[in-house]
């Protein structure tokens, strides 16, 4: 199986990756912090690596598993070496109290992240939805995808459904709007409603 | 029962007064055009009526089910006559290319109806993310609410469920803003990974 790179080593990062590893991947574990990224790497399955943080990473999917608020500088960190990347972004666009997003007014975290990684890359909205630990879970869970590169986002979508989940396309990336509204309105149910973090949207079809 | 008024004589109107008159309420369905409000007052179970336009709606509850474009005239048509009622707000605002939501930034139609109406009349968002004809096909959906005022939020909770759905509580008004992007993801969905407008959305708890 191919390489997965993911930079990060927080929840999110830790529940895809642990997903990765189990779908056969190699995975590539990249963090600023050398010792985190090898943390993780040892706690996933045989043939997790680790990668060397601004280098050109070994996948040809990067997920960008980091705070939507460092993106922006791990992005500039990287610079070219994200070229011809398929870019998962999985961020959480959240305001700190959770009320509202920080996103741009009619923009989103994506299409943000899209204007600032190089030309040959491509940005893929995934995962944003989903709560870290009901991944890591595992079960055919929902997740909903949005980009605007047909290629890009037909190797998510398959590279997602490899994990075990159904990937749905909601449209290109300006649908990252509504996906990160979506990933807010997660947070208030879980609140509210469900009263609960253990939590996930399905869709009925037909 | 009591009565629940809707007004409005769209698909959305259809499907929500449908269900509201197989639950035993009475609906007074009212429109500014007469017709359309008996039309539909007609096709409805026993104990439909209709009211008149901008008069005081016989329910307490008041189902505003017309376009996000229309909504502001509707309210300032019925001024005062709205006193003290629990406007349901269901509207979708997509722009007509459904690419973008045409709500302020920072804001959402509920809350720009919330400002409009009378300062005792209290505005919940609910139904908006859910299709008419799968709303009117029956089954128990999960059907999301958001509301400032906890007493309002708890009536329609209570009405919704006894619809048959189950109510969901995303939290304050202000959540209207992830409900009605919700909404557009919901026609971006359908349009793009589900192929169908036969979806709804449902949450897996615990």
């Known amino acids: 199986m191919s390489t997965i790179s993911i930079i990060g080593s927080g929840g999110m990062a830790a529940a895809i990756a642990g997903r990765t590893a189990k779908a056969g991947y190699t995975v590539e574990v990249v963090s600023r912090d050398p010792a985190k990224a090898q943390a993780l790497a040892d706690k996933l399955a045989v043939g997790a690596t680790t990668g060397t943080y601004g280098a050109i990473p070994a996948g040809d999917i990067v997920i960008l598993a980091v705070p939507y608020a460092g993106a922006a500088s791990v992005v500039a960190d990287y610079g070219d070496a994200l070229d011809g990347k398929v870019i998962i972004d999985i961020t959480n666009t959240a305001s700190p ?12 975290g994506a299409q943000e992240i899209a204007r600032i990684v190089p030309a040959s890359a491509h940005v893929v909205k995934a995962f944003n939805t989903l709560f870290g630990h009901v991944l890591a879970k595992g079960g055919r869970l929902d997740a909903f995808i949005a980009a605007d590169d047909p290629q ?3 190797r998510v979508s398959t590279f997602i459904e490899s994990l075990g989940l159904r990937p749905l396309d909601v449209g290109g990336l300006h649908m990252a709007q509504t996906l990160e509204a979506l990933g807010l ?15 996930a949207l399905n869709v009925d079809i037909g």
Do not use: R, Y
């Open 97 to 108: 109290d959770l009320t509202s997003l920080v996103s741009p007014a009619g923009s989103s």
């Open 152 to 154: 890009a986002k037909a």
């Open 185 to 199: 309105m997660m947070i208030g149910l879980a609140k509210n409603g469900a009263g609960t973090w253990d939590i």
